[in-house]
């Protein structure tokens, strides 16, 4: 049985940083395509972020590029979220996802059949 548990979030002040890790256990994380979803409280789960197998193709959503970057670590069986320029709209729950088949659109919520069970991140202005 796959599972996956995040870890990392807190409270932060604006401008600070974060890191989010989570950890897959069951499968090879080299089986799957990850990515972190995020969700504000009154509002639908957005995607962030996704990191191919290899780590070579990312693709982050507008609202985070060039403040979060995603990154693996195969032999540790995780992917991470540093998180930096931190605003109050990031204020969330963050979900790492993982996927082992192949899609042409990503940032769909129903393209993962794993999920985590979310760590609360909250930015104070």
């Known amino acids: 049985q796959v599972q996956l548990v995040e870890s990392g979030g807190g409270l932060v002040q604006a401008g600070g940083s974060l890191k989010l890790s989570c950890t897959v256990s069951g499968r090879p994380i080299t089986d799957y395509t990850m990515a972190w979803f995020r969700q504000a409280p009154g509002k639908e789960r957005d995607f962030v972020v996704r990191i191919g197998r290899a780590g070579r193709n990312r693709y982050h959503a507008m609202s985070v590029r060039g403040r979060f970057t995603i990154s693996r670590d195969n032999a540790a069986n995780s992917v991470y979220l540093q998180m930096s320029s931190l605003k109050p709209e990031d204020t969330a729950v963050y979900y790492c996802?993982?996927?082992?088949?192949?899609?042409?659109?990503?940032?769909?919520?129903?393209?993962?059949?794993?999920w985590g069970q979310g760590t609360q991140v909250t930015v104070s202005s």
């Open positions: 996802a993982a996927t082992q088949l192949v899609w042409r659109d990503y940032r769909r919520l129903d393209a993962y059949e794993h």
